[in-house]
């Protein structure tokens, strides 16, 4: 979807070197198993401690260098992979969320249940639920069809107590650019725009032309605005903790 296929990882002093999105800008560092197959074809057919060590190295001997968010796609469900992410990011679990998504039909919304007793039973804080394909905008007229239900969504975050995030329905103008999505060619530069800021990458220029763009936005600026309250939260927990530990014993 970024336009990287094709591309391998390489080796450092550091570890790994992650593959960069936007090229030379080096602001979107994308790591995954399909860069290290010979063919992007091949299966991954791996048993839990092989799944396991892997993903242990994609946290600690990858050269993400210094962050601002790391972002984790996980399978739906709860499975190894889920339990080992945890374990593995034991040291900085008081920075983890999560971010539930789900598609509005039934079977879909068993699963995400499940997601959301895993991160209860891990003291996982949920940003919030976004429901994904709630339906479909036709590109000729513009009339929405429910092709799997709406709203199931929002009325799980309902139920939960979640805050609901968004909505998003299927937008094939952006199927369309991630399918041909080709991700910036050897030797281009990062040039400086009218303004003197960073070219960002062909990619998300042309993404930010589709009908959902604004929709995806709104959702990040809730789940921005979830992470300062739970940060804040936390924070204040901890104060409070250190606070009775502070306490004379009388």
Request: charged share 20%; with cysteine; glycine share 4%.
């Given at each position: 979807m970024l336009g990287l296929d094709g591309h391998s990882v390489h080796q450092s002093s550091d570890g790994w070197v992650p593959v960069y999105a936007d090229g030379s800008e080096a602001r979107l560092?994308?790591?995954?198993?399909?860069?290290?197959?010979?063919?992007?074809?091949?299966?991954v057919v791996w048993r839990g401690p092989k799944k396991n060590a892997m993903i242990r190295q994609f946290l600690s001997d990858v050269r993400w260098g210094e962050l601002d968010y790391l972002v984790i796609d996980t399978p739906p469900g709860t499975s190894d992979e889920h339990l080992s992410l945890?374990?593995?990011?034991?040291?900085?679990?008081?920075?983890?969320?999560?971010?539930?998504?789900?598609?509005?039909?039934?079977?879909?919304?068993?699963?995400?249940?499940?997601?959301?007793?895993?991160?209860?039973?891990?003291?996982?804080?949920?940003?919030?639920?976004?429901?994904?394909?709630?339906?479909y905008v036709c590109p000729c007229c513009g009339e929405i069809s429910n092709v799997f239900s709406t709203g199931g969504g929002a009325e799980m975050a309902r139920r939960e107590r979640l805050p609901f995030l968004g909505s998003l329905p299927v937008d094939t103008e952006l199927v369309t650019l991630l399918d041909a999505a080709e991700g910036e060619r050897p030797g281009e530069s990062a040039e400086r725009a009218a303004g003197g800021s960073e070219r960002s990458f062909g990619l998300l220029e042309r993404y930010q032309r589709t009908p959902t763009a604004p929709l995806f936005k709104d959702i990040?600026?809730?789940?921005?605005?979830?992470?300062?309250?739970?940060?804040?939260?936390?924070e204040a927990e901890a104060s409070e903790a250190s606070q009775v530990l502070a306490s004379p014993v009388s």
């Open positions: 560092a994308c790591m995954s198993v399909g860069f290290l197959l010979k063919r992007k074809e091949d299966s945890v374990e593995h990011m034991a040291p900085v679990h008081a920075r983890l969320s999560a971010v539930i998504v789900t598609t509005p039909q039934a079977v879909a919304l068993l699963d995400a249940l499940k997601c959301l007793s895993f991160t209860r039973a891990t003291a996982l804080p949920v940003l919030g639920l976004v429901e994904n394909m709630s339906g990040v600026d809730k789940m921005l605005e979830q992470l300062a309250r739970t940060r804040s939260q936390r």
